[in-house]
């Protein structure tokens, strides 16, 4: 009997950022060899490849301690036992949650992740948010990432390295003064055998492009969703190599 075909699974929380949906823009990774998303934030081209041995990192203190325990700890019991329905304002941190149970709730329920709040938000019980729907799924497809590592990438193994740093010209996620020059200097150690996606969007306000690497135009995405005419909408660039 033929082996069913391999899917990806949906976002596990809400980030910042459109990797999820991009990923059909971009190369598939290369067969058995890993991948590595040295700026993950939810690891959307990673989940829709989550098969492969897969090492993510970030630097938010929110998903160094998201991602580890999603990945060596939760079940789907945990997941399971998360509360629905609770009303706006509840401050997450006293409900009686684990400390990863605090964080996929925060991450699943709110639009904005990066700074400290703990509360429910206006949007938590609409469709698309912490919903019986969303964490039935999201019970069932935790154990497609449990073979995952959260660790910082050391840029030395063969693999397909996804690259998806702080914008130059746009939000950088409480970043300051990111090193663009480093981040080539990385890049440049990656070893023969790999294949490396960096992506990045044209400036929205001066349409510039940034040059640290030979960015390509790629497609245009839906960043955030408001109002049916009042989307916005990202200018992709990517850049491909095949080393």
């Given at each position: 009997?033929?082996?069913?075909?391999?899917?990806?699974?949906?976002?596990?929380?809400?980030?910042?950022?459109?990797?999820?949906?991009?990923?059909?823009?971009?190369?598939?990774?290369?067969?058995?060899?890993?991948?590595?998303?040295?700026?993950?934030?939810?690891?959307?081209?990673?989940?829709?490849?989550?098969?492969?041995?897969?090492?993510?990192?970030?630097?938010?203190?929110?998903?160094?301690?998201?991602?580890?325990?999603?990945?060596?700890?939760?079940?789907?019991?945990?997941?399971?036992?998360?509360?629905?329905?609770?009303?706006?304002?509840?401050?997450?941190?006293?409900?009686?949650?684990?400390?990863?149970?605090?964080?996929?709730?925060?991450?699943?329920?709110?639009?904005?992740?990066?700074?400290?709040?703990?509360?429910?938000?206006?949007?938590?019980?609409?469709?698309?948010?912490?919903?019986?729907?969303?964490?039935?799924?999201?019970?069932?497809?935790?154990?497609?990432?449990?073979?995952?590592?959260?660790e910082?990438?050391?840029?030395?193994?063969?693999?397909?390295y996804?690259?998806?740093?702080?914008?130059?010209?746009?939000?950088?996620?409480?970043?300051?003064?990111?090193?663009?020059?480093?981040?080539?200097?990385?890049?440049?150690?990656?070893?023969?055998?790999?294949?490396?996606?960096?992506?990045?969007?044209?400036?929205?306000?001066?349409?510039?492009?940034?040059?640290?690497?030979?960015?390509?135009?790629?497609?245009?995405?839906?960043?955030?969703?408001?109002?049916?005419?009042?989307?916005?909408?990202?200018?992709?660039l990517?850049?491909?190599?095949?080393?």
């Open positions: 009997m033929a082996r069913p075909p391999l899917k990806p699974i949906s976002p596990l929380f809400k980030w910042f950022g459109s990797s999820y949906m991009s990923a059909k823009h971009y190369p598939k990774p290369l067969a058995d060899k890993p991948i590595f998303e040295p700026f993950c934030g939810g690891a959307g081209y990673s989940l829709n490849y989550h098969w492969h041995p897969v090492t993510i990192y970030d630097c938010n203190p929110n998903l160094q301690e998201l991602w580890p325990w999603l990945i060596n700890e939760a079940t789907s019991e945990d997941i399971l036992n998360i509360p629905l329905d609770l009303p706006e304002g509840t401050d997450i941190r006293a409900l009686g949650l684990s400390r990863g149970q605090q964080q996929l709730l925060k991450h699943r329920q709110r639009t904005n992740n990066v700074g400290n709040c703990w509360t429910i938000s206006a949007w938590s019980n609409k469709p698309g948010q912490w919903v019986s729907s969303i964490r039935a799924k999201t019970a069932e497809q935790i154990h497609a990432i449990k073979h995952w590592k959260f910082p990438v050391t840029w030395d193994i063969p693999g397909t996804y690259i998806d740093p702080p914008y130059q010209y746009n939000y950088q996620y409480g970043i300051k003064n990111f090193d663009y020059q480093l981040l080539v200097d990385n890049i440049d150690k990656i070893p023969q055998g790999s294949l490396i996606i960096a992506s990045e969007a044209v400036c929205p306000k001066t349409g510039a492009i940034p040059d640290y690497l030979p960015f390509q135009p790629s497609h245009s995405q839906v960043t955030s969703r408001r109002k049916k005419t009042n989307s916005h909408h990202s200018k992709e990517v850049y491909v190599k095949y080393t």
